[in-house]
């Protein structure tokens, strides 16, 4: 049997009981109680102790005595059996948290009887399921109890989890939302301005072929949310209106530095008539090409000499 040195914060008599128990076992007389006793106090008690003159005490009987006396405020700090009636769940606190508060206070209490102390836990219990189940289960040990709440708060934990889960997916979809409704920046630094409207620039040279729609045009956007009352010509959907689109801003400032939109740009208007027997409409297309790959080769801005080797040019 061992024991704990006593620190004031426990009842001198039990103390005393239990001291003397162990004593007695290994044999002990009047004098070796004495000689002993300090070994078992500590902190304040053992300060009380050392604080007596010495031969000041003879007998053990008379030093159990004093003991007893100036410690016995301690035991009004304590809590008896009858205290454990007074825990209950509280109505926000989990069953992990009640469950521990009353360990807590139950340790504290010396000889607990562990019917006591399972009749006391039960009736702390918060009205609800638990509560329910452990009515009809009816626990007869401590064990039993202990089992039943271990898998409520298994349970209680399970779900946790998976709500926290779910809440991490929810937050990762929003990310993903959020970056694929990122806002698109222009790429050139100046824009021409053209003398007709986009929407108009963009049906026709579709129509022509000069380029193609984007792929998947008006098939992969999502539906909800979207403002009907805007639509992307280019695009071919609605939420944005061509005006609007940043992406079709940078495709006819592209095309037109490629010189494919001339007639689009400053006072070079020109008036739409009936194509000719020999302009049709490949051939237009055949003559655009061919300015384009003539651009492509421009002429050289100058000539450098050079001694060594003969002659030789280069663009500048």
Sequence with gaps: MTLTPYDRLRDPKKFLKKFRSIMIVNGASDPILCRCFPSYLDGPALDWLCAWPAGSISRFQELAKLFEDHFAGSA???????????????????????????????????????????????????????????????????????????????????RQARKSDKTYYKDEDKTQNSKKNFKLTPRFESYMQFNTKWEDIIKEILNSKLIKPPRKASTYQDTKNVDKSKYCTFHQKHGHTTDECVVTKDLLERLARQVHLDKYIGGHMQKCTPPSTGNTLSEQQHREKEKVSSSQYEQPRGIINCISGGYWWTKL
């Design 76 to 158: 009004i700090y304590l809590h008896d059996s009858d205290y454990m009636n007074t825990i209950k769940q509280g109505q926000n606190e989990s069953l992990k948290d009640y469950m521990t508060r009353f360990t807590k206070v139950a340790m504290s209490i010396p000889d607990l009887h562990p019917e006591v102390h399972l009749h006391a836990i039960k009736s702390g219990l918060r009205p609800g399921k638990f509560q329910e189940t452990i009515a009809v289960a009816k626990p007869k040990t401590l064990a039993e109890f202990r089992e039943k709440a271990k898998g409520q708060i298994d349970i209680k934990e399970l």
